[in-house]
């Protein structure tokens, strides 16, 4: 038991000079402070947080990830297509991409795949 409690003190002893040692080792200084400050697309951080964003980015943000999670659900129907019936594979892949085809040509009718205003 005591060697127990001999074995705790140590460890306690030892951590709390190793926690102390790396408490005087990463002071930061001031002529830190940019370093330390994170950046966000080029915004800077210790300007209004209420500036105008551009709605054309995000609108392109958003067609990206979109269009992301229709690969990711792409790839499973590529491996299905051994699993199941060829007709019924076919008709599930043909509607999925006439829909994909269909929002594509609704963001392009509507101008969100110009950069330009």
């Not at 060697?3 to 002529?31: A, D």
């Not at 990830?65 to 229709?70: K, Q, T």
């Not at 509607?95 to 929002?103: A, S, T």
Request: aromatic share 18%; proline share 3%; hydrophobic share 55%.
């Amino acid at each position: 038991m005591i060697l127990i409690l001999n074995i705790t003190f140590i460890f306690y002893i030892i951590t709390n000079i190793l926690m102390f040692i790396s408490l005087i080792i990463s002071k930061k200084s001031n002529n830190d402070r940019e370093k330390i400050s994170p950046f966000e697309c080029g915004f800077d951080p210790k300007s209004s947080a209420r500036i105008p964003f551009s709605l054309h980015f995000f609108l392109i943000t958003v067609i990206f990830l979109i269009f992301d999670i229709e690969i990711a659900l792409i790839f499973p129907m590529i491996y299905t297509f051994y699993s199941i019936n060829l007709i019924i594979w076919s008709k599930i892949s043909f509607f999925f991409i006439l829909i994909l085809i269909l929002g594509l040509y609704h963001e392009w009718n509507q101008k969100m795949l110009e950069w330009s205003n």
